[in-house]
């Protein structure tokens, strides 16, 4: 059973940066649209960023330049490097790819404080 692994969450002051990273543990092929979502306590879950296989992205409006998703076809690794963090960034992140399927990682948390 495909299951994506997250790495990179931690605890970091306003103004820091993070870089997240997340793998399958297993996989034979490649994912057609890889993404990050992220949900806050009380909060719905929302979409970060996505990217397609073919290298199309999209932002959600509050990323406002600070994140950049990137993804390596080779590895099937998708990243998110996080910078200019706010307290309001503090949430769970999950990493999400499909093909034909919906796969999701279990999560890894960022925090952002002083």
């Known amino acids: 059973q495909v299951q994506l692994v997250e790495s990179g969450g931690g605890l970091v002051q306003p103004g820091g940066s993070l870089k997240l990273s997340c793998a399958p543990n297993?996989?034979?092929?490649?994912?057609?649209?890889m993404a990050w979502y992220r949900q806050a306590p009380g909060k719905q879950r929302e979409l970060v960023a996505s990217?397609?296989?073919?290298?199309?992205?999209n932002y959600a409006d509050f990323v406002n330049g600070r994140f950049t998703i990137s993804r390596d076809n080779v590895k099937n690794t998708v990243y998110l490097q996080m910078n200019s963090l706010k307290p309001e960034d503090t949430a769970l992140y999950y990493c999400?790819?499909?093909?034909?399927?919906?796969?999701w990682g279990q999560g890894t948390q960022v925090t952002v404080s002083s």
């Open positions: 990217i397609t296989k073919g290298g199309s992205i």
């Open positions: 297993w996989s034979r092929f490649s994912f057609d649209t």
């Open positions: 999400y790819a499909k093909r034909g399927y919906d796969y």
